[in-house]
T-cell receptor, first 112, second 116 residues
Framework: DAKTTQPPSMDCAEGRAANLPCNHS???????VYWYRQIHSQGPQYIIH???NNETNEMASLIITEDRKSSTLILPHATLRDTAVYYCIVRVGIQGAQKLVFGQGTRLTINP | GAGVSQSPSNKVTEKGKDVELRCDPISGHTALYWYRQRLGQGLEFLIY????????KSGLPSDRFSAERTGESVSTLTIQRTQQEDSAVYLC??????????????FGEGSWLTVV
């Protein structure tokens, strides 16, 4: 089972910041938080990942709470092309078992 | 190429036939994953390979499914005696060793399988 909880859907106006929340209250100390998105039947696209500190790249920012039990993905200026299903993932398993477990994700719709 | 490559991109097969799906990971990536995604559903983990370690096969849905990997390169997912419920996109991904070390996992575009 996925170790994360996300809202099933969200809407955001074009040009505004999209803030996607994720709860991962059972995260372990050495587990990273990853974000991927999937645009209509394409392969999942990597967005960003982090361990403890906030991270920023050309696509998005990742804000992780101090207790690491939740995080927020921020798309600073959403465009129509950002409409997709966004997955928040925490690595699960023991040494040697490194699979990603996907939940149902958040379907983000950017409205013109 | 620079990314994860999968073939065929589309496959239509008759019920009961065997199919093979191929994945070429990014060069140098020691970890390789297979996932399945049925239409409108989430991604289901199937199998994970890491170097010479025994693969994690915990996600394979039945003994009709098997996968092999030659060293740290190509992997083949085989589905025997295909059933209509096997229709899905099969996604392959690869990374440097282990995401616990923060290594990004990259996905291919998938192989669409339709069983008729």
């Amino acid at each position: 089972d996925a170790k994360t909880t996300q809202p099933p859907s969200m809407d955001c106006a074009e040009g505004r910041a999209a803030n996607l929340p994720c709860n991962h209250s059972t995260i372990s100390g050495n587990e990273y938080v990853y974000w991927y998105r999937q645009i209509h039947s394409q392969g999942p696209q990597y967005i960003i990942h982090g361990l403890k500190n906030n991270e920023t790249n050309e696509m998005a920012s990742l804000i992780i709470t101090e207790d690491r039990k939740s995080s927020t993905l921020i798309l600073p200026h959403a465009t129509l092309r950002d409409t997709a299903v966004y997955y928040c993932i925490v690595r699960v398993g023991i040494q040697g078992a490194q699979k990603l477990v996907f939940g149902q994700g958040t379907r983000l719709t950017i409205n013109p | 190429g620079a990314g994860v490559s999968q073939s065929p991109s589309n496959k239509v097969t008759e019920k009961g036939k065997d199919v093979e799906l191929r994945c070429d990971p990014i060069s140098g990536h020691t970890a390789l994953y297979w996932y399945r995604q049925r239409l409108g559903q989430g991604l289901e983990f199937l199998i994970y390979f890491q170097g010479n370690s025994a693969p994690d096969k915990s996600g394979l849905p039945s003994d009709r499914f098997s996968a092999e990997r030659t060293g740290e390169s190509v992997s083949t997912l085989t589905i025997q005696r295909t059933q209509q419920e096997d229709s899905a996109v099969y996604l392959c991904a690869s990374s440097l060793f282990g995401a616990n070390s923060g290594n990004t996992i990259y996905f291919g575009e998938g192989s669409w399988l339709t069983v008729v």
